[in-house]
C-alpha cells in the first residue's frame, strides 16, 4: 500500500497509533528547537521502525507538511475572511501581516507555504483553495483600484515568502517585517 491510497482509506489502528505516535515525537522534536525532522531518529524515538515513518511519511518534507496541516488550514481560514471583507485592501493587508506571522514563527511553515511541489494530495487542495481566496481578494482589490494589474495569487505568496526570508537574515525582525511588508503593499498598488 503506498502512502497515498493509504491516506484516502481508513488506518488501521495500529497503523493510525504509530502515525499519530510519530507526529507526537517529530512536534516534540521541533519543539525542542531540533528542525531537522531525520526520519531514522524520529522512528528511534517514537519507538516503531524506520520502514513504518516512510511507511507513512517517504521524506522529510510529507511530514513536515503533515505537521503543518492545521495551521495552513488556519491561513485558508483567514485567506477566506479576507476575501469577505468589504474593504479589499484591508483584507488584503491582514491576509499578509498574518501569512507573515506564521511564516516567521514556523520555518517550516514558509517551507510549505514556499514549495513548488507537494507530498500530499491535502496540501495540494489546501494550496489550491488558499490561491482562489487571494486571487478573489485580488480580482475585488485590482476592481477598487488599490492593486496593479497583473499580480497573481501565487506572485503574492512568492514575494511573502521572500520577505520571510529577507526579515530571517536581519537583526530587528520585529522591525524589519513593518518595513518589508510596507513596501510589498506599497509595490502592489497601482504605478503612479
Not at 528542525?35 to 518534507?61: K, Q, W
Not at 483584507?91 to 500530499?120: C, M, N, T
Not at 481566496?133 to 483600484?145: C, N
Request: aromatic share 4%; proline share 3%.
Amino acid at each position: 500500500m503506498t502512502p497515498s491510497s493509504e491516506r484516502g482509506t481508513a488506518l488501521r489502528a495500529d497503523a493510525a497509533r504509530n502515525r499519530a505516535r510519530v507526529l507526537q515525537v517529530a512536534r516534540e522534536q521541533l519543539a525542542m528547537g531540533d528542525d531537522s525532522l531525520m526520519l531514522n531518529a524520529i522512528a528511534r524515538l517514537a519507538g516503531v521502525g524506520v520502514g513504518t515513518v516512510y511507511r507513512h511519511f517517504p521524506n522529510r518534507h510529507a511530514l513536515l507538511e503533515a505537521l503543518l496541516a492545521e495551521r495552513f488550514q488556519q491561513l485558508v481560514g483567514e485567506a477566506q475572511a479576507a476575501a469577505a471583507d468589504e474593504d479589499a485592501l484591508a483584507g488584503l493587508h491582514r491576509l499578509l501581516r498574518f501569512a507573515l506571522g506564521r511564516a516567521l514563527d514556523d520555518p517550516g511553515f514558509a517551507a510549505v507555504l514556499e514549495s513548488a511541489s507537494d507530498a500530499d494530495a491535502r496540501t495540494s487542495a489546501m494550496k489550491a483553495e488558499l490561491d482562489r481566496a487571494v486571487a478573489e481578494l485580488l480580482d475585488r482589490a485590482r476592481s477598487a483600484g488599490a492593486i496593479r494589474h497583473g499580480i497573481e495569487a501565487d506572485d503574492v505568496r512568492w514575494l511573502l515568502c521572500g520577505i520571510e526570508h529577507a526579515v530571517r537574515s536581519g537583526d530587528d525582525r520585529a522591525k524589519n517585517a513593518e518595513i518589508y511588508l510596507d513596501v510589498l503593499l506599497e509595490g502592489l498598488r497601482p504605478p503612479r
